[in-house]
Structures are given as structure tokens and as C-alpha cells.
């Protein structure tokens, strides 16, 4: 595809039946994205399987104006899905990514872009304070923390998907073959020059979350074990832990056996028998963690590496 028939902008919103907020977000994008690029813009609706009134809202907002377009799915498959049908979709110089229920507040957009005119690849909004219910900010606090400290690479702190990325990085991600994707850590293991925007987030405007607690648990297990082997490494140290811890238990034991005579007949026997077989099952799953591990990372076929610049016309 050749640059001068792409737009400057897409923005790309995932939709799950989030009828209310359609039009209203669709006036104040094209506002917004009027300011930025003139008329070089496009928004692409990804239809999530939505139940209610969405697509005939989204069909209609493409109806009047062309440079609406939209993709519907057959079925619900998800929010990163959607994702990904968009970003492999839009055509766009710049994409930013976002939800379509007012908590990613368009006019962020005139930061993103700004940004990234200063030659920033990546731009995410950071959301500083979140109008959501307790529950929802303390998981999200903690799931954000526990994963910043136990990935690969930082995945920045408090940041959804709101971002705005260049074609060359969509490029890169798309060529990420992974099949559990989490956007977030995927932009962040792609690295190229990104800055963050921080942001209030807002409530949602209509509608109610369609993220219940077991995809968002699903959405967090994805995360830990797409970009962290800890949890698979989890067994070596236990196992490490429990031998060493094992040592006194069984000086303690032999020597109520040998020396003491105050004991259980059997009981120092049983006793070092247990502790010594519970320690080596944990350090052989810990090795078989290790060769996972390593399998996990081939089945993967992650890229080895992302160029981002060179002057080489068909560099690999
Ligand atoms: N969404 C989607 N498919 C889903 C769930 C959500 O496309 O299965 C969309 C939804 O319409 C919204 C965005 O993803 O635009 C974020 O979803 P939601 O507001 O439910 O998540 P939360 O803001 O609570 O994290
Ligand atoms: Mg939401």
C-alpha cells in the first residue's frame, strides 16, 4: 500500500453494545480529528457482536459519511480481538485505539497527536485517577503493579489501550503471530519511542462494562503468562525453599531419633521421607518449568527482533 492513499488518522473502537455512546462519540471525533488533519481521517467501528442497536447506529454514521468504516463480528470473540481486527483493518498513518463508552475521553486525542508530530512512535494515556468503583481501582492497582514487577520488559503503570501508535509500529505488532494477544504488553515488549499522556478516566457514559470478572481475571492471566515466567518458576524456588527449610527440620528429627529417644517409633522416618520427596517433586517441576518454558517461547514465534530504522531498502 502505498503512503499517499493512506490517511493521516484512524481511530479504531471496539464496540460492544454500547448504542448510546455511538453518535455522540462519532460528533466529537470528527471535531476533534477536523482540528487535527482536515478531512485525512478515518474511524473504524469493529462491531463485537454487539445484541443491541450498535450496528444499525454504526451502519448509519457510515452511510452518512464515507470515511466511517466498520467491521461487524459474527459473534462476540472479545475486546483484544476486536483490537486486532482493527488495527489489521485502518489504514491509517496514526491509529489510536480506543473504547467507545467515553472512558477514554476523545480530546486526549490532541495530546496524543501532538506528541506524536514531536516524533514519539508510541503515546499512551496513563489514567491518574479513575472514577470506577473501589473494587474495580484496587484490582486494577494491583494487577498493574504485580505485572510491571514480574514482566520481561516495563509495562508502563496504569495504562490501558487508549493509545496512539505509527504504521510502522501497527506493522510490528501485527507481525506479532502470538494467538493470546495483550496489546498493552505487546506495544511494550516492541519498544520505539514512546511517551505517555496521563489522564482522568472517567465513568462510562451508558451502558454497563462488558468486561465481567472472569475476563478480566482471564485478560490478567494472559498478561503474567505471556510476558513473565515467574509463575512458571514458581516451583523451581519452592522447591529450592522447601529443601533448605527441610535441613533443620530433619537435624531436629534425627536428633529426637538418636539422641533424645523422645519420639513416635516411625515418626523421624516418615518425617524425613516426606519432606525429602516433597522438595525434589517441587525442583523437577521447577525443571520442567525451565524446558516449558523454553517450548512456550518457540510456539510463540514471537519475532527476534524489530528493526526500526535502517538504509538498507529491504532489511529483514
Ligand atoms: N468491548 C468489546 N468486546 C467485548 C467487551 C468490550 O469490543 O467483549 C469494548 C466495549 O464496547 C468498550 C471497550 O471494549 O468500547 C471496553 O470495554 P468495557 O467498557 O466493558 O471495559 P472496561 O472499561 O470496564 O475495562
Ligand atoms: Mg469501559
Known sequence: ??????PRLSVVLPVHNEECSLRPLAEQLEAILGSLVGE???????????????????KS???????????SFSRNFGH??????GLRNCKGECVVVMDADFQDPPHVINQFWALSQQGYDVVYGRRIIRHEGWWKRFTAALFYRLLNRLAEVPIPLDAGD?????????????????????????VAWLGFRQAEVAY?????????????????VGL???ALTGFSAVPLRVASWLGLLGSLATLPVAAWALYARFVDHDYVPGWASLMLTVLFFGSIQLVCLGI?????HRIYNDVRRRPHYVIAESNIPDVK
Open 162 to 186: 487508549f493509545r496512539l501508535m505509527r504504521r510502522r509500529v501497527v506493522e510490528a505488532l501485527l507481525s506479532m503471530p502470538e494467538s493470546d494477544r495483550f496489546l498493552r504488553g505487546q
Open 1 to 6: 500500500m502505498q503512503s499517499h492513499t493512506r
Open 200 to 216: 482522568e478516566r472517567p465513568p462510562r457514559s451508558a451502558g454497563r462494562p462488558s468486561y465481567t470478572l472472569a475476563r478480566s
Open 61 to 71: 454514521l457510515c452511510e452518512k459519511d464515507g470515511r466511517h468504516k466498520f467491521l
Open 288 to 292: 520442567i518449568g525451565e524446558y516449558l
Open 220 to 222: 490478567a492471566v494472559s
Open 40 to 58: 485525512d481521517w478515518e474511524i473504524l467501528w469493529v462491531d463485537d457482536g454487539s445484541t443491541d442497536s450498535s450496528l444499525r447506529a454504526i
Open 80 to 85: 483484544q480481538q476486536a483490537l486486532l481486527a
